[in-house]
């Protein structure tokens, strides 16, 4: 059975750092890009950032970029999302994804919920101005 539990998250006020961490089971997690998304209320999940499989090379969104750091440690089967310079607008709940996503051998990471076949529960993210 394949779980994605987060861990972390709370709450900061604006320009503070919080991190959220993702402990992956029933997969083997060093062959799968991890996906970090969010939502906020009353507006659709979006793409945050991710990491690749084998190099762990990282995308970010233009909104977070500068500011959030992926990492995953393949040994420990988590990955790890630190967020710094936190804004009010980042407040949402913050999901892990896994999958192959093979696109990313062409260059093109998976940024759709649809391109992510496991999630985690989510965690809450709130910042205060």
């Known amino acids: 059975q394949v779980q994605l539990v987060e861990s972390g998250g709370g709450w900061v006020q604006a320009g503070g750092s919080l991190s959220v961490s993702c402990a992956v089971s029933g997969l083997r997690f060093s062959s799968y890009a991890m996906g970090w998304f969010r939502q906020a209320p009353g507006k659709d999940r979006e793409f945050v950032g991710g990491i690749g499989w084998s190099r762990g090379i990282t995308y970010y969104a233009d909104s977070v970029k500068g500011r959030f750091t992926i990492s995953r440690d393949n040994l420990k089967n988590t990955t790890l999302l630190q967020m710094s310079s936190l804004k009010p607008e980042d407040t949402a709940i913050y999901y892990c994804?896994?999958?192959?996503?093979?696109?990313?051998?062409?260059?093109?990471?998976?940024?759709?919920?649809?391109?992510?076949?496991?999630w985690g529960q989510g965690t809450q993210v709130t910042v205060s101005s």
């Open positions: 994804a896994a999958d192959y996503c093979p696109s990313a051998l062409q260059g093109y990471f998976c940024t759709l919920t649809s391109d992510y076949a496991y």
